[in-house]
């Protein structure tokens, strides 16, 4: 517990442990609860890890830069980067633009990611 409270301590906030769970208050006083036993992001899911390969491989196979595709969404590089390297969750609409910038059809490039995860 010890521990616990020191590292929560660090990031300006006081953290207790109730049963299993551990509410943490922050320097402004407003609580919020934290699991013990806390999911990964969605981003970091193991049915996620195939999206963000896909999407460099279609850059790649455009001959795009991360900055020309960027240009091409109207976005920045870092959504791009980000989006790639799976920093950044890819919602369904940006999945069907980042197709279409690339030149490929959105309905195959699915396919290909249900293919891919054995689905």
Not at 36 to 65: C, G, I, N
Not at 78 to 86: A, I, L, Q, R, T
Request: proline share 3%; hydrophobic share 35%.
């Amino acid at each position: 517990m010890s521990h616990l409270k020191i590292q929560f301590e660090l990031a300006r906030s006081s953290c207790f442990q109730f049963s299993n769970r551990i509410a943490c208050y922050p320097i402004d006083n407003k609580p919020f609860r934290r699991d013990s036993v806390s999911m990964a992001k969605s981003q970091h899911a193991v049915r996620y890890r195939f999206l963000p390969a896909l999407l460099r491989k279609l850059r790649e196979d455009a001959d795009f830069t991360q900055r020309q595709l960027a240009t091409k969404l109207r976005s920045s590089h870092v959504f791009v980067h980000k989006s790639e390297v799976g920093e950044r969750r890819v919602d369904v609409t940006e999945f069907i633009d980042w197709c279409i910038a690339c030149g490929v059809e959105p309905e195959e490039t699915l396919r290909t990611l249900r293919r891919k995860r054995g689905v």
